[in-house]
């Protein structure tokens, strides 16, 4: 135990105590970015999932290196919600610049934790207020001076195991998850976190009501975020090549596939059996990602909106030459750089019209990590499937955030690689093969696969206009015809993409739609317009184009509200098109600051309109 100053002030407390508040709140740590908080934070998270409470956390983080404020929140909630809270009841307060507003914004009978030395610029009454002697024990931990500022996280983390009664064995596993079992690490960090955690328990009296219980909500789940799971789905997939240039938030998808793959995808001899290259721009990344699926392998990238909007002419390029691609856009905030670290649904209408003239694509939207796993093999099959460019649009939130999931289920069925002709087929057609004749009626052709052994494998793959055997052609029966067809692979696409996930309710007036990451949040507003005496029926989309299920959606609610992270309402305009009989009863709710959506906001805008609905 170390000894300190009896001098030292004990916890400022709030005179009306208030009931025990037992796995239901939101911590907010508030420090500076490049700070190496990541760590402590993400051990906090892990050790409460540990304990079996439902939580999950999001990362608010500048752009730039270091210096400037992030904040990381711990929802812990025994209901198992996970969407992000307007307020935080607890804070721990260790950046100065942003000091006064963390501890004004903090809800009413919350607790803020503070270094001793540090002079707080504003003191509330109904706020307890615990010091930490955060100097003194980092100076006492023996660390390296350049690991000190590191080490200085652990006192937080000691001192909230305390206070929220956290299990110290269940922090020192997440730390020595996070530090891959190096015990060094674990010790030395480990030591400082039972530093603070004895201080507290010598120095505080602890006054507040928030605590942490065991429960067993979390058996059999695991956390990850969605670009790792994005990853595993691919490498379960198929992948094969990958190309890339780095851009936030999508970057660390291709680093884990890179560390995955190094590990997974290897033959007898040792020798790798894929391909990752990093190119000077994201022009050179989609035309290496398109000439290698051209080639016949499994290839993909990952961007975020900048990225995807030079793409747009080989994405053109992919479409009318009918090359199979995908491209995971993790979006995040624009126009232009717009906020690199911020979350948004900006990219929909974008990513959706790739390109320019008469193109569609198909777009998968992942609304959980397990989806992200799922549609990263997904996605490669229908891109094979369908011989077109194939994106999925995730965001930040789901990306980069740690979510909590039931283990990933295995590929059920071998790789889907569509319509392709061998060398015996050909033979057996006897040459009476044309690469865009549609045979099926599905709109997908026959293609080979250079390399294939017969002499009437090879064509012409054109982005100019061709005829049914890849002849130039600019004849404008040829033109038609090549388009409608295109279009008729689309409506294909409808009845093969996943499927919307709905949860009706019978006798419900409000249908909500919306889709992506808002699905925490929109859950747990329906549980608060339940209460309030509000119906509704829910429906996830999960893809584009859309199909016929959202029309009979549409068609039995009298009200339907369409919840986005973005400004203009983008994917209402999509659905008013598909549902033109219905456009002027589909009603926008929309926020686009960069943080996720939550639930009480969701709630309030409805009931908001809803009281409107109900005024003679």
Known sequence: MI?????????????????PCVNDFSITIATVNGAGSQTANNTLLRAIHKTGVPVSGKNIFPSNIQG????FTIRVSKAGYLARREQSEVLVALNRASLQEDIRSLAPGGICLYPLDEQLPLKRDDVTFYPMPVNELVKQSGADIKLRPYVANMVYVGTLAWLLNIDLQEIEAALSHQFNGKQNAVALNYATVQAAYDWAATNLVKSDPFCIERMDRTEGTFLIDGNSAAALGAIFGGVQFVAWYPITPSTSIVDHL???LHRLRRDPDGKATYSIIQAEDELAVIGMVVGAGWAGARSMTATSGPGLSLMAEFAGYAYFAEIPAVIWDVQRMGPSTGLPTRTAQDDILAAYTLGHGDGRHICLIPGTVSECFEFGGMALDLAERLQTLMIVLSDLDLGLNLWPTKPFSY???PLDRGKVLSADELTRLQGDWKRYADLDGD???YRTLPGTNHPAAAYFTRGTGHNEAAGYSERPEDWAANLSRLARKHDYARTIVPAPVIDPV???EVGLISYGSNDPAIREARDLLRAAGVASSYLRLRALPLESSLTEFVSSHKRLYVV????DGQMRALIQLHAPADADRLVSITRCDGLPLTADWIAASITALEAKEEKP
């Open 3 to 19: 000894v300190t100053d009896a001098k030292q002030p004990p916890a400022t407390n709030v005179a009306d105590r208030r009931a």
């Open 68 to 71: 400037l404020p992030t904040w």
């Open 258 to 260: 890179s560390d995955y």
């Open 411 to 413: 590929p059920d069925r």
């Open 443 to 445: 709109g997908i052709c």
């Open 506 to 508: 019978n006798a419900a």
């Open 564 to 567: 986005e992270n973005n400004l």
